[in-house]
């Protein structure tokens, strides 16, 4: 199945904790995100990589690190999870100049307790 | 900087029956796209319909129409004989142009619209 793919879909961890977050798209996108909605269900974006070069970086606390080994991957490490990071981390895909919208995964829910 | 305002938190609506779901935005862009997103309990974000600024022809997708009134920054969105599978979230989202190798957009979204579809 062509999809956008992101695991793992739920993840409870301490807080301090470091944590990962894969994602992997087999569309043929060249650009990938990765968008945080909060307990309001408000969906923000934090990073946007483009053939594996950052092209946004929203206001995201240094503990974030997005990593793209290639264009069909997107990671986001989290170091130092705090309880505020508990939310849903979506990754999405899109092909820069179709203007098609983008396909999302079907999102990680982070717990830090 | 784009906006996107759903003013309407929450709707119910009976089953089989129309509803119409509101959205406005602010943009000085001429060239853009809107969406209309669909966030099922399954947390999964589904693509339900597209509209491209420059077409004045309202976009449709068999029960989901729009109304898109470019001059007034307004985008509803109509679902014709609701069903029970039509309960959700929905979003509305503006994305101005990208071009090949030059600006890079983002999906700005609307805080959402909670749909209950009562039967």
């Known amino acids: 199945d062509t999809a956008v793919s992101q695991t793992p879909k739920y993840l409870v961890t301490q807080m301090g904790n470091d944590k990962s977050i894969k994602c992997e798209q087999n569309l043929g996108h060249d650009t990938m995100y990765w968008y945080k909605q909060d307990s309001k269900k408000f969906l923000k974006i934090m990073f946007s990589?483009?053939?594996?070069?950052?092209?946004i970086n929203e206001t995201v606390p240094n503990r974030f690190s997005p990593k793209s080994p290639d264009k069909a991957h997107l990671n986001l490490h989290i170091n130092s999870l705090e309880l505020g990071d508990s939310a849903v981390y979506f990754c999405?895909?899109?092909?820069?100049?179709?203007?098609?919208?983008?396909?999302f995964g079907s999102g990680t829910r982070l717990t830090v307790v | 900087a784009q906006t996107v305002t759903q003013s309407q938190p929450e709707m119910s609506v009976q089953e089989a029956e129309t509803v119409t779901l509101s959205c406005t935005y602010d943009t000085s862009e001429n060239n853009y796209y809107l969406f209309w997103y669909k966030q099922p309990p399954s947390r999964q974000m589904i693509l339900v319909i597209r509209q491209e600024a420059y077409k004045q022809q309202n976009a449709t997708e068999n029960r989901f129409s729009v109304n898109f009134q470019k001059a007034a920054k307004s985008f509803s969105l109509k679902i014709s004989d609701s069903q029970l599978g039509d309960t959700a979230m929905y979003f509305c989202?503006?994305?101005?142009?990208?071009?090949?190798?030059?600006?890079?957009?983002?999906?700005?979204f609307g805080k959402g619209t909670k749909l209950s579809v009562k039967p």
């Open positions: 989202a503006f994305m101005k142009h990208e071009n090949y190798g030059g600006s890079q957009g983002n999906l700005i």
């Open positions: 999405a895909s899109s092909h820069v100049g179709r203007n098609y919208g983008y396909t």
């Open positions: 990589y483009n053939n594996k070069e950052l092209i």
